[in-house]
């Protein structure tokens, strides 16, 4: 990913919250060609960069190409959200504006393992239940189910390991204009009102000096 320096997000906290918020990953391999999959993945401090942890349907073949150093990408996108030069103060000023995109990703790169342990499986399954829905009104368990209905379950799934070799995060959040058009951005963010709107446009106040 190419990152200039002004855009560049590297604490480690940030990236893993990032994670943890928009955890439905683009999981990227090269297998003799270019193989996507997408599914949710949980983060934990385990090692250096930290590690991923989800789960495919075994019927999935992905799993099978892990091993001999197959090197694997999982991508996690943040909000976006477009942005019109109409919003910069500067384009009365000059009119030398262009529009752009403002969004938040992180790329997280490592070597997958398959996972067929039951009780791994049950631990990762119960992480990430619990994860989603702690909002919940009346959050859901994974011990609500009865246990053979999940023990029958766990038969066709595979877990997904990948301990974080590199992590890179990429915060582009008007960063490159002056502070006057970034504070127009912010205020044309919230005018509009998406929720990755609001979600930029909190990002972006938080780095308007």
């Given at each position: 990913?190419?990152?200039q320096?002004?855009?560049?997000?590297?604490?480690?906290?940030v990236?893993?919250?990032?994670v943890?918020?928009y955890?439905?990953?683009?999981?990227v391999v090269?297998?003799g060609?270019i193989?996507?999959?997408?599914?949710p993945?949980?983060?934990?401090?385990t090692g250096e960069?930290?590690t991923l942890?989800?789960?495919?349907?075994?019927?999935?073949?992905?799993w099978?190409?892990?091993?001999?150093g197959?090197?694997?990408?999982?991508v996690?996108q943040g909000p976006?959200?477009?942005v019109?030069?109409?919003?910069y103060p500067?384009k009365?000023?000059h009119?030398?504006?262009?529009?752009?995109?403002?969004?938040?990703?992180?790329?997280?790169?490592g070597?997958?393992?398959?996972?067929?342990?039951?009780?791994?499986?049950?631990?990762?399954?119960?992480?990430?239940t619990?994860?989603?829905?702690a909002q919940?009104?009346l959050?859901w368990k994974?011990?609500?189910?009865?246990?053979?209905?999940?023990?029958?379950?766990l038969e066709?799934?595979?877990?997904?390991?990948?301990?974080?070799?590199s992590?890179?995060?990429?915060?582009?959040?008007?960063?490159n204009r002056?502070?006057?058009d970034?504070?127009?951005?912010?205020?044309?963010?919230?005018?509009?009102?998406?929720?990755d709107d609001?979600?930029i446009?909190?990002m972006l106040r938080?780095?308007?000096?």
């Amino acid at each position: 990913m190419h990152i200039q320096s002004r855009f560049n997000e590297s604490r480690k906290d940030v990236l893993h919250t990032l994670v943890r918020n928009y955890p439905l990953a683009t999981f990227v391999v090269y297998d003799g060609g270019i193989v996507v999959n997408h599914f949710p993945l949980v983060i934990d401090d385990t090692g250096e960069h930290g590690t991923l942890k989800g789960h495919i349907p075994k019927s999935n073949e992905l799993w099978k190409t892990f091993g001999n150093g197959l090197q694997a990408v999982a991508v996690f996108q943040g909000p976006e959200a477009y942005v019109t030069p109409s919003w910069y103060p500067s384009k009365q000023e000059h009119g030398e504006v262009v529009p752009t995109w403002n969004y938040v990703v992180v790329h997280a790169h490592g070597t997958p393992v398959a996972v067929h342990d039951a009780n791994w499986l049950l631990e990762h399954l119960n992480r990430l239940t619990d994860q989603q829905e702690a909002q919940q009104q009346l959050p859901w368990k994974v011990s609500d189910a009865p246990v053979d209905f999940t023990a029958r379950m766990l038969e066709f799934i595979v877990g997904v390991e990948m301990p974080i070799s590199s992590i890179a995060g990429k915060w582009k959040l008007s960063q490159n204009r002056p502070d006057a058009d970034r504070t127009g951005v912010a205020a044309g963010l919230k005018n509009r009102g998406e929720s990755d709107d609001l979600a930029i446009e909190e990002m972006l106040r938080q780095r308007i000096s």
